[in-house]
């Protein structure tokens, strides 16, 4: 069974720092790899995804995630936050192209001034 | 502006009460979804439709009775719930069942008094 595990319910950081999302997953087959952000009284994004291509994906708004298979980890980076970037931010895989979704329980990302 | 709608945004409604969820589609995609989003859990995949055809209820209480009448719309119609039902409902679609990209509305936010 296919699992999602984003350590840390909140991570916040200064304006200007480097944002960093942890995703850890549990799959016993190549999986897809997806993150998804999620601004408040919105509905989800689709930042980046990974579908067994190149290992570095460039997501929008500056954001990229590296799938190491050997972490069994697909971590999310930006170099430099910005205020806009405050939200709730969803890891998710799946087995499959187009296959069921399972989600992490999401991080709540906060940008301090 | 998203190409996925939902009506109405805000709901409450007692546990006696019949209501309606909304869902609308203006990309020309063929499948559909219902997800629920409760405070600090993961999302959870509630039902797929693909050509208008559930392909997945995922053990969904009776209280929940989808509709899908056509691959634009979608609705979530509920009656007798009950408090821990409060939540949010999304929807998504996606080109179809298998194209692993989907996009989301911005939800209903359900309270059940």
């Known amino acids: 069974a296919q699992s999602v595990t984003q350590l840390g319910s909140h991570v916040s950081v200064s304006e200007g720092a480097l944002v960093l999302l942890r995703c850890n997953y549990s799959s016993s087959v190549p999986p897809y790899l997806f993150w998804y952000v999620q601004y408040p009284n919105q509905g989800l994004q689709l930042l980046l995804k990974?579908?067994?291509?190149?290992?570095l994906v460039k997501g929008i708004n500056g954001f990229e995630a590296e799938f190491k298979k050997s972490e069994t980890s697909f971590h999310l980076t930006k170099p430099s936050a910005h205020m806009s970037d405050a939200a709730e931010y969803f890891c998710?895989?799946?087995?499959?192209?187009?296959?069921?979704?399972?989600f992490g329980q999401g991080t709540e990302l906060s940008v301090k001034p | 502006e998203t190409g996925v709608t939902q009506t109405p945004r805000h709901l409450v409604m007692g546990m006696t009460n019949k209501k309606s969820l909304k869902c609308e589609q203006h990309l020309g995609h063929n499948a559909m979804y219902w997800y629920k989003q409760s405070a600090k859990k993961p999302l959870e995949l509630m039902f797929v439709y693909n050509f208008k055809e559930q392909t997945e209820n995922n053990s969904v209480p009776s209280r929940f009775s989808p509709e899908c009448p056509n691959s634009s719309h979608l609705f979530l119609h509920l009656h007798t719930l009950q408090p821990e039902d409060s939540a949010l409902y999304l929807c998504a679609s996606s080109q179809d069942k298998t194209s692993g990209r989907e996009f989301f509305g911005p939800g209903t936010r359900l309270t059940v008094l």
């Open positions: 998710a895989v799946s087995e499959r192209q187009g296959g069921k979704l399972i």
């Open positions: 990974y579908t067994s291509a190149a290992t």
